[in-house]
Each structure stands twice: as C-alpha cells, then as structure tokens.
T-cell receptor, first 115, second 116 residues
Framework: DTGVSQNPRHKITKRGQNVTFRCDPI?????LYWYRQTLGQGPEFLTY????????KSRLLSDRFSAERPKGSFSTLEIQRTEQGDSAMYLC?????????????FGSGTRLTVV | AQTVTQSQPEMSVQEAETVTLSCTYD???????LFWYKQPPSRQMILVIR??????QNATENRFSVNFQKAAKSFSLKISDSQLGDAAMYFC?????????????FGAGTILRVKS
C-alpha cells in the first residue's frame, strides 16, 4: 500500500466550471475525510465517510459541493460552478474506524486555482 | 466548539539548536487527543507526535517532545537539535474522544525556518 493518493495534484479552472477530485485511501481504512486548506490557514473539515456512508458534512460544504464514496473505496469531491473563493488545497485523509489516539494518514492534496 | 490557536505565525532556529512552538486550545471536554503535524512545502502532512489528554506524561518521539499543560490548555512542541529537514509548516490539532467521527480541529500553523 502506497498511502493515500490524490489526483490531480494541481487543477486550474475557469470560474463557473465544474471540477472533480479523486482520493484513494489506504485500503484497510474505513474512514475517509476531506479537508480544505486555504493559504496561510490550517485545514478545515469538510466531510467524512465511514465505508460508503457520508456521516457528517460541515456547514462549509455548500450545495455546490458534493462528495461520494461508492463501495467504500475511493472518494470523489465535486465542486460545481466554481468560484474564486474555492481556490484552496483540498486534502484527503483516511483512518481506521477505531480511531483511538492515532492521527490520520493524509494525501498530498489537490491544489485548485480558480481564475 | 473546540478551537486551536497557534500564536506564532513564523519561527526561526539555527541548525542544531532547540526551538519551541506554542499551541493553546479551548475545550470543555476532559478526554481528548492532541497532535502536531508537519507539512513540508508541496508535500503531504505527516504526524509528528501525539498526546492523550488522560496521560500526565509528556509524549516524546526522538528529537520531538511536547509540554502538555492540561489545566492551562497548552500543548507546545519542542524540537531539539534542529535539522534542515525540520523546515516546514507545523500544525497543532485537537481531536475529541467523545465525537464519533474523529475529525481534527487545526490551528493556523507555524512556519519553521531552519538556518544553516
């Protein structure tokens, strides 16, 4: 297992376009998380999945954002009608279901630039 | 809601010296976990060290150690014998043990520069 993989690494899009990011977690991890990190800030929680169920969504996740995790494996995060304020690093992370004192394993992120 | 504050936007340290990064947090919970993550430029975030709130003993991982002051809600990171590879953004993070989802609450980060 090579860890958490995110694609693409960088995405430049025009305002108003739709974009989709993919995250492949560590295979034995049941939980998958999406965070958004803007320049100079710490990551902010967007949503998480336990297997294929999306169990929590932040109020940051407007109706233009949708996330899926079909079959409890990889996940996609789609942003519709992108706005300049969506420019950020989108981080994916995964963890075992039992959590405990352990942190996550993060991916390298997808950097989105909306022009 | 819990909050995490890192009051030092940027710190510098000379190679081989020691540096301490500060973190305070606010919570009404008694049981939780605290973490320090390192994010090198354009690379993924990695866990540096973690602390369970119920443990009085401060965590240590090689050159990294924490000073956990539960009553003061303070969780500082000490890096000893600093190396060039320590240069990165460091994030302090909180995780509730009560919430089911294990989500993390991060501070704004501290950029650490290491001078040779």
């Amino acid at each position: 297992d090579t860890g958490v993989s995110q694609n693409p690494r960088h995405k430049i899009t025009k305002r108003g376009q739709n974009v989709t990011f993919r995250c492949d977690p560590i295979s034995e991890h049941n939980r998958l998380y999406w965070y958004r990190q803007t320049l100079g800030q710490g990551p902010e929680f967007l949503t998480y999945f336990q297997n294929e169920a999306q169990l929590e969504k932040s109020r940051l996740l407007s109706d233009r954002f949708s996330a899926e995790r079909p079959k409890g494996s990889f996940s996609t995060l789609e942003i519709q009608r992108t706005e300049q304020g969506d420019s950020a690093m989108y981080l994916c992370a995964s963890s075992p279901i039992w959590g405990g004192p352990y942190g996550y394993t993060f991916g390298s992120g997808t950097r989105l630039t909306v022009v | 809601a819990q909050t995490v504050t890192q009051s030092q936007p940027e710190m510098s340290v000379q190679e081989a010296e020691t540096v301490t990064l500060s973190c305070t947090y606010d919570t009404s919970e008694s049981d939780y976990y605290l973490f320090w993550y390192k994010q090198p430029p354009s690379r993924q975030m990695i866990l540096v060290i973690r602390q369970e709130a119920y443990k009085q003993q401060n965590a240590t991982e090689n050159r990294f150690s924490v000073n956990f002051q539960k009553a003061a809600k303070s969780f500082s990171l000490k890096i000893s014998d600093s190396q060039l590879g320590d240069a990165a953004m460091y994030f302090c993070a909180y995780r509730s043990s009560m919430e089911y989802g294990n989500k993390l609450v991060f501070g704004a980060g501290t950029i650490l520069r290491v001078k040779s």
